[in-house]
């Protein structure tokens, strides 16, 4: 009886994680959909941005050019940090990062799954978290 009890328990706290993992994540990025353009997806990530910015709230990217496709990935940061701050370098572990995928300056998808199967499509190699 005793374990069957300790069993809900930690379903209901793995559940409970989940949930508020999924809630930590930025509003911003929620709000950017599949399939809208390059310049939006700046115009929405970049609310509340520090200062002048012609990559708000991107803390670092990468660029590909594959089978005549153009594929950009932008790895969203709340904090508005990025890879390089002058001359010291700011370092966000991946996990913390939120990656937003585009292909031909398009939304494709966004998130470290939808990214992992991208990368692995294309034997671009994953990034540890």
Not at 2 to 14: D, E, L, M, N
Not at 97 to 105: Q, R
């Amino acid at each position: 009886m005793h374990s069957s009890v300790r069993s809900v328990v930690r379903i209901a706290a793995g559940v409970a994680g989940m949930v508020l993992m999924v809630a930590c994540k930025d509003k911003r990025v929620g709000a950017v959909d599949t399939g809208i353009t390059r310049d939006s997806v700046l115009s929405i990530i970049g609310k509340g941005s520090k200062g002048v910015d012609s990559l708000p709230n991107v803390y670092t990217r990468e660029k590909y050019l594959i089978d005549g496709k153009y594929y950009e990935v932008f790895f969203f940061s709340s904090t508005g940090d990025h890879v390089y701050t002058g001359t010291a370098k700011d370092t966000i572990p991946w996990k913390d990062l939120e990656p937003i995928a585009m292909i031909d300056n398009k939304v494709a998808g966004k998130g470290w799954t939808y990214l992992d199967s991208l990368y692995g499509a294309h034997k671009i190699p994953l990034k540890k978290r």
